[in-house]
């Protein structure tokens, strides 16, 4: 801008007033005269009409135009002023019938402002009299009565025909029939002006002098007395009320003239005058009542609006403030269902910032997406069958549920809402695997407890048998062939049985370690050098997927590497000899160290992957069942933890996690 604007007015509407003020230099300049002296007054002639003005018959006829021109210049201001206010009211609560009868006043006003011109002379018609000014009154009450039931009668006769078109097109409506109204406005003061011959409408000594006025009080009558109520019936507001009652005023007026008056500027025709300017006044009156009842429910309602939104913002940020602060994650998925109404898929609406934490993926990145492909494991692991019945059924959803793809476990609790689901989703890992420790632990300790009891009183016996033998042996060297064969087959099972035991109480029961920090990587490296020659025997391709950190965890050597070399040697054994793949890993979560020994052999079954720790549980032929009981006791001795995922023909994978270790 050119200047610093202080009050946030329009730049154009700054302008546009500019402009206007400095548009009579400019008119001037290109020969436009606004005087209506053409000459210099002569100062005798000047005195001699201020002389001529002193006659009573003159002085009483200019005070009477005077008066005149007051009356209806100022039906004139308020006619504009009501029109004004109709399209403000149109604006806010798009009412078309507000501004056309806006309009239609407005049209009026413009006929009172051409009759003031022709009865003041201002402009000279072809047509000029004395009686000029009472015509163009008659006319003008004629076309204000007309041109209000016009406006009046478009929502009156097939109302409900155009009611549609109307609410679809009310600006496109409201301006056709204003540019319609102001054209046949503008047509009909055209037509009065070139008009020659003027018809008398003043008639002295009749009873009536002015009796073409009753044409407009009975226009006035039907309107006040049947239209103007039927508006009101179809548009009740305080506007179409002070437009009914405007009528009153209005046949008044034509009352006063057509029965009262019998020359210009009369008693009769100056309150009939000063009653049309009532009749503009009274519906400017109701629209300023109406725009002012409109203001006071705006403000109500923007008041309540304020109170609700504020009641909202605050909710929302109780809301806000529990979705962010819960550990939990929660979110809210809508149903999407194909063309046979089945859902096959659910859409993201809503994720609290736990979610990222939880189940790994980010709420910005999701709202709007599809849930299977922003959550792989999604299918794979059955949860859209656990949220399907959810929105068919209505039915909460409360379960724990294992992500293989996570490779945690969850607490799920779902609700309906509307045409989806909301679920919160609890990481119950930790909980869960101490449960499951704690269950391995006491089953473990109850075998110990078993063994320890089988070991007592089967070893008594068993040394007893063994003494036996031996002394047997010695006193009957002269055993015959036979005797002597059955002999070693006693002594010889009761030295297996005797090894059992002893396997079975190291494999159970836990012994002294003397712990200390070891690097990972090499801990597995050592490890595989005991069993390469098996590896190599095999053709097994071996693969080391290490961590280049230097991971570090506190445990016992060679207890550690018995247990990690009893799960390569499984690997091994259940590898075939032309392609077989060991590969050993090495990484961190969090501050935790992992470690995870795959194969791709003939893999476990569900049934017996639960046993798989079990006291001799084998599936070997000459297994005893006891390697892998005593590398979990191992485990579970450091404090760390072993899991097992495996598919039959697909391989095994061991999992083993333990706390990171700084060496100081």
């Given at each position: 801008?050119?200047?610093?604007?202080?009050?946030?007015?329009?730049?154009?509407?700054?302008?546009?007033?500019?402009?206007?003020?400095?548009?009579?230099?400019?008119?001037?300049?290109?020969?436009?005269?606004?005087?209506?002296?053409?000459?210099?007054?002569?100062?005798?002639?000047?005195?001699?009409?201020?002389?001529f003005?002193?006659?009573?018959?003159?002085?009483?006829?200019l005070?009477?135009?005077?008066?005149?021109?007051?009356?209806?210049?100022?039906?004139?201001?308020?006619?504009?002023?009501?029109?004004?206010?109709?399209?403000?009211?149109?604006?806010?609560?798009?009412?078309?019938?507000?501004?056309?009868?806006g309009?239609?006043?407005f049209?009026?006003?413009?006929?009172?402002?051409?009759?003031?011109?022709?009865?003041?002379r201002?402009?000279?018609?072809?047509?000029?009299?004395?009686?000029?000014?009472?015509?163009?009154?008659?006319?003008?009450?004629?076309?204000?009565?007309?041109?209000?039931?016009?406006?009046?009668?478009?929502?009156?006769i097939?109302?409900?025909?155009?009611?549609?078109?109307?609410?679809?097109?009310?600006?496109?409506?409201?301006?056709?029939?204003?540019?319609?109204?102001v054209?046949?406005?503008?047509?009909?003061?055209?037509?009065?002006?070139?008009?020659?011959?003027?018809?008398?409408?003043?008639y002295p000594?009749?009873?009536?002098?002015?009796?073409?006025?009753?044409?407009p009080?009975?226009?006035?009558?039907?309107?006040?007395?049947?239209?103007?109520?039927l508006?009101?019936?179809?548009?009740?507001?305080?506007?179409?009320?002070?437009?009914?009652?405007?009528?009153?005023?209005a046949?008044?007026?034509?009352?006063?003239?057509?029965?009262?008056?019998?020359?210009?500027?009369?008693?009769?025709?100056?309150i009939?005058?000063?009653?049309?300017?009532?009749?503009?006044?009274?519906?400017?009156?109701?629209?300023?009542?109406?725009?002012?009842?409109?203001?006071?429910?705006?403000?109500?309602?923007?008041?309540?609006?304020?109170?609700?939104?504020?009641?909202?913002?605050?909710?929302?940020?109780?809301?806000?403030?529990?979705?962010?602060?819960?550990?939990?994650?929660?979110?809210a998925?809508?149903?999407?269902?194909?063309?046979?109404?089945?859902?096959v898929?659910?859409?993201?609406?809503l994720?609290?910032?736990?979610?990222?934490?939880?189940?790994?993926?980010?709420?910005?990145?999701?709202?709007?997406?599809?849930?299977l492909?922003?959550?792989?494991y999604?299918?794979?692991?059955?949860?859209?069958?656990?949220?399907?019945?959810?929105?068919?059924?209505?039915?909460?959803?409360?379960?724990?549920?294992?992500?293989?793809?996570?490779?945690?476990?969850?607490?799920?609790?779902g609700?309906?809402?509307?045409?989806?689901?909301?679920?919160?989703?609890?990481?119950?890992?930790?909980?869960?695997?101490?449960?499951?420790?704690?269950?391995?632990?006491?089953?473990?300790?109850?075998?110990?407890?078993?063994?320890?009891?089988?070991?007592?009183?089967?070893?008594?016996?068993?040394?007893?048998?063994?003494?036996?033998?031996?002394?047997?042996?010695?006193?009957?060297?002269?055993?015959?062939?036979?005797?002597?064969?059955?002999?070693?087959?006693?002594?010889?099972n009761?030295?297996?049985?005797n090894?059992?035991?002893?396997?079975?109480?190291?494999?159970?029961?836990?012994?002294?370690?003397?712990?200390?920090?070891?690097?990972?990587?090499?801990?597995?490296?050592?490890?595989?050098?005991?069993?390469?020659?098996?590896?190599?025997l095999?053709?097994?391709?071996?693969?080391?997927?290490?961590?280049?950190?230097?991971?570090?965890?506190?445990?016992?050597?060679?207890?550690?590497?018995?247990?990690?070399?009893?799960?390569?040697?499984?690997?091994?054994?259940?590898?075939?000899?032309?392609?077989?793949?060991?590969?050993?890993?090495?990484?961190?979560?969090?501050?935790?160290?992992?470690?995870?020994?795959?194969?791709?052999?003939?893999?476990?079954?569900?049934?017996?992957l639960?046993?798989?720790?079990?006291?001799?549980?084998?599936?070997?032929?000459?297994?005893?069942?006891?390697?892998?009981?005593?590398?979990?006791?191992?485990?579970?001795?450091?404090?760390?933890?072993?899991?097992?995922?495996?598919?039959?023909?697909?391989?095994?994978?061991?999992?083993?996690?333990?706390?990171?270790?700084?060496?100081?």
């Amino acid at each position: 801008m050119l200047f610093e604007n202080k009050y946030n007015i329009p730049e154009r509407i700054i302008w546009l007033v500019l402009l206007f003020c400095i548009s009579p230099v400019i008119l001037t300049i290109f020969g436009f005269n606004f005087g209506l002296t053409a000459n210099v007054m002569d100062p005798y002639r000047v005195m001699k009409m201020f002389d001529f003005e002193h006659d009573d018959f003159i002085r009483e006829i200019l005070k009477g135009r005077a008066i005149h021109t007051i009356v209806v210049s100022f039906s004139i201001a308020i006619a504009f002023m009501t029109m004004i206010l109709a399209f403000v009211d149109f604006s806010i609560k798009g009412e078309v019938s507000t501004p056309i009868v806006g309009v239609a006043l407005f049209c009026a006003g413009m006929f009172e402002a051409f009759h003031v011109l022709i009865s003041t002379r201002l402009i000279e018609s072809v047509s000029q009299s004395f009686q000029i000014t009472s015509f163009t009154w008659f006319f003008s009450r004629v076309f204000h009565a007309l041109i209000l039931i016009i406006g009046v009668g478009i929502f009156l006769i097939r109302w409900e025909f155009f009611k549609d078109q109307f609410n679809r097109g009310a600006r496109r409506f409201v301006y056709l029939i204003s540019a319609v109204f102001v054209l046949l406005t503008l047509l009909t003061m055209v037509i009065l002006f070139f008009y020659t011959e003027l018809p008398p409408v003043k008639y002295p000594y009749w009873n009536i002098a002015r009796v073409y006025d009753l044409i407009p009080l009975a226009l006035y009558l039907i309107a006040g007395l049947y239209l103007f109520p039927l508006f009101y019936k179809k548009f009740p507001s305080v506007f179409s009320q002070t437009l009914l009652l405007s009528a009153i005023p209005a046949a008044a007026a034509q009352l006063y003239m057509a029965f009262g008056s019998i020359e210009l500027f009369d008693n009769e025709f100056n309150i009939s005058h000063i009653m049309m300017a009532f009749t503009y006044f009274i519906p400017f009156v109701g629209l300023s009542m109406n725009y002012l009842q409109t203001h006071q429910n705006e403000r109500r309602v923007n008041e309540e609006l304020n109170k609700e939104a504020k009641i909202r913002k605050s909710t929302e940020e109780n809301l806000a403030g529990v979705l962010n602060s819960t550990l939990s994650g929660i979110a809210a998925f809508e149903a999407v269902r194909d063309t046979s109404g089945t859902i096959v898929d659910f859409k993201w609406m809503l994720a609290n910032p736990a979610v990222e934490t939880v189940i790994g993926v980010q709420p910005s990145q999701v709202i709007g997406q599809s849930f299977l492909a922003t959550f792989p494991y999604a299918r794979e692991e059955g949860l859209l069958e656990l949220l399907r019945p959810v929105v068919d059924s209505g039915e909460p959803l409360n379960q724990e549920h294992y992500s293989e793809g996570r490779g945690r476990w969850y607490l799920l609790f779902g609700t309906k809402l509307h045409e989806g689901v909301t679920v919160t989703i609890s990481d119950i890992s930790k909980r869960k695997n101490a449960l499951l420790e704690l269950m391995k632990t006491e089953k473990l300790a109850v075998a110990g407890r078993i063994a320890r009891t089988i070991a007592h009183e089967v070893r008594n016996p068993l040394t007893n048998i063994n003494l036996a033998i031996s002394q047997l042996k010695e006193e009957m060297e002269s055993l015959p062939g036979e005797l002597n064969l059955y002999v070693d087959i006693v002594k010889r099972n009761s030295d297996r049985i005797n090894q059992l035991i002893t396997e079975l109480m190291n494999s159970s029961r836990p012994s002294e370690m003397e712990m200390i920090v070891y690097p990972v990587n090499k801990l597995l490296d050592d490890t595989l050098n005991w069993a390469l020659d098996r590896i190599r025997l095999k053709s097994i391709v071996l693969t080391k997927d290490y961590s280049p950190e230097d991971l570090r965890i506190r445990v016992d050597v060679p207890k550690m590497k018995t247990a990690l070399l009893n799960i390569i040697i499984n690997a091994v054994e259940a590898m075939a000899t032309t392609n077989g793949m060991l590969t050993l890993r090495s990484g961190v979560i969090g501050n935790k160290c992992r470690i995870e020994i795959e194969d791709n052999g003939h893999g476990i079954s569900k049934e017996n992957l639960e046993k798989l720790f079990d006291p001799f549980f084998s599936v070997k032929e000459k297994g005893m069942g006891l390697g892998l009981t005593a590398t979990q006791n191992i485990i579970l001795t450091h404090n760390a933890t072993i899991d097992v995922k495996s598919e039959l023909g697909k391989g095994t994978r061991f999992i083993l996690v333990f706390d990171r270790a700084v060496e100081s």
